[in-house]
């Protein structure tokens, strides 16, 4: 990437409102190229992409979606087929977020879709198997330059730039706050995870940093009440794709800044965490 991924993160945000016009030739070009390349989640499951443009009937099957119902005029979606196992929601996330980094550096708008598409005509352009499933997708398209007022509504109601505090979210081995400076190096990196985009702005993440050495192991704490909408719709496990987004900005951010480390599911067998805690992974830092 050629911006620091830390201006690229902010810049970023749940768009609904694009200019009524398609992806110009380069960048639909750049975004296939990228969306076409080769993509393995840190649990190894491997996600394969497709841009396509929009059309008329994907507007109307977003309608059954809640609020994804009111996106306005993307120039095309991002989907993405994997196959069933125990961690592909997380390795979806990552893969698909490294993507729409991708393009908010382009200068694109951008919003994740989460719902079922078993029998939408997402599946049908995905080319999906027997074996495969749609967790999400992407609207993708040129930000439009006055944002419609259900678009402004919405945001609102859902607080989307409102984030949780560091001490809320970030802990040390005793579950304590953490002390980090969150300007510099897994610090910097932690901030990225706080700023990370999730479902309904629920922030399902939790970090617990080993006191000695640069040992983060990273939980998940569900809503329970968003937890039962999922259940309630049929939809796919949001607040993991959540979990496997806040990694992408974790370690895209560590690399950048030159930190050396690794993806390991080592449950931590010292860390006395919080009841309703689901380990998820710990990246091994240097």
């Not at 994740?112 to 997402?122: A, D, H, L, T, V």
Request: glycine fraction near 8%; charged fraction near 30%; include cysteine.
């Amino acid at each position: 990437m050629g911006h620091k991924i830390e201006d690229i993160i902010r810049m970023r945000y749940s768009c609904r409102s694009y200019r009524e016009e398609p992806l110009s030739k380069n960048d639909r070009l750049n975004l296939s190229e990228f969306v076409s390349q080769k993509n393995k989640g840190p649990f190894g499951s491997s996600a394969r992409f497709t841009l396509f443009a929009a059309e008329a009937s994907d507007s109307k099957e977003l309608k059954g979606l809640g609020t994804y119902g009111f996106i306005k005029n993307p120039a095309a979606f991002v989907s993405g087929v994997v196959k069933e196992s125990a961690m592909n929601p997380e390795d979806y996330g990552y893969s698909m977020e490294r993507i729409i980094l991708h393009a908010t550096e382009m200068g694109l708008g951008s919003c994740w879709i989460g719902g079922s598409f078993k029998r939408s005509s997402f599946k049908e352009k995905a080319g999906i198997a027997s074996d495969e499933v749609i967790p999400a997708v992407a609207a993708i398209g040129y930000i439009a330059e006055k944002r419609t007022v259900t678009d402004r509504v919405l945001r609102t109601s859902a607080r989307s730039r409102k984030r949780r505090d560091d001490d809320e979210i970030f802990f040390s081995s005793s579950i304590n706050k953490m002390n980090m400076n969150f300007t510099e190096g897994y610090g910097r990196a932690l901030e990225m995870v706080r700023l990370a985009p999730s479902a309904a702005n629920v922030q399902p993440w939790r970090v617990v940093k080993e006191d000695e050495n640069n040992i983060f192991h990273f939980f998940l704490e569900r809503s329970a009440s968003y937890t039962k909408i999922m259940k309630l719709l049929r939809y796919k496990d949001l607040q993991r794709i959540d979990m496997g987004i806040a990694m992408c900005h974790f370690e895209c951010t560590a690399i950048e800044s030159g930190l050396k480390g690794l993806w390991k599911k080592e449950s931590p067998v010292e860390v006395n965490t919080p009841t309703g805690w689901e380990y998820i992974i710990t990246w091994d830092g240097e």
